[in-house]
C-alpha cells in the first residue's frame, strides 16, 4: 500500500500520489509539518490503517487536525477514531459531559 511506503520515505510526501486521496485541511497540515512531525505523522497514519480502513484513517485525521490542532499525529487517537468511522459511529461527542458541577470546588477555594 501506498501509505506504508510514504511511511519509509516521508519525504517523498509533496510529490506523492496518495495526496489527493487526503482531505485537504489533513495535505496543509502536512505541508507545515517539519520533517521529524511528519515523518512521525505518516508513520501514525500508516499504522493506523494496519487496524481501519484508509478512508476512515483520513478522515480521522482530518478530524484531530481540526479540532484538536496537535503538532503530531499519534496511532492510538487515529485507530481510534477511524475504529469509530468504521463501525458507523461519529468521532464528534454531541454530549459532551457536564463538568461544570466541579466548578463550585474550584469556586470555594479561590
Known amino acids: 500500500m501506498v501509505v506504508h511506503q510514504l511511511a519509509a520515505?516521508?519525504?517523498?510526501?509533496?510529490?506523492?500520489?496518495i495526496r489527493a486521496?487526503?482531505?485537504d485541511i489533513v495535505c496543509r497540515w502536512f505541508d507545515e509539518r517539519d520533517p521529524d512531525d511528519l515523518a512521525a505523522?505518516?508513520?501514525?497514519?500508516?499504522a493506523a490503517c494496519r487496524d481501519c480502513s484508509f478512508d476512515a484513517v483520513a478522515k480521522a485525521a482530518a478530524a484531530l487536525i481540526e479540532?484538536?490542532?496537535?503538532?503530531?499525529?499519534?496511532a492510538h487517537q487515529l485507530t481510534l477514531h477511524a475504529r469509530r468511522l468504521d463501525q458507523g459511529q461519529d468521532t464528534h461527542y454531541a454530549h459532551e459531559p457536564d463538568?461544570?458541577?466541579?466548578?463550585?470546588?474550584l469556586d470555594d477555594h479561590e
Not at 9 to 17: D, F, I, L
Not at 67 to 74: D, F, G
Open 9 to 17: 520515505k516521508p519525504r517523498a510526501w509533496g510529490e506523492s500520489e
Open 21 to 23: 486521496d487526503f482531505p
Open 41 to 46: 505523522s505518516l508513520k501514525a497514519i500508516s
Open 67 to 74: 479540532t484538536r490542532k496537535p503538532e503530531r499525529l499519534h
Open 99 to 105: 463538568l461544570s458541577v466541579y466548578d463550585r470546588f
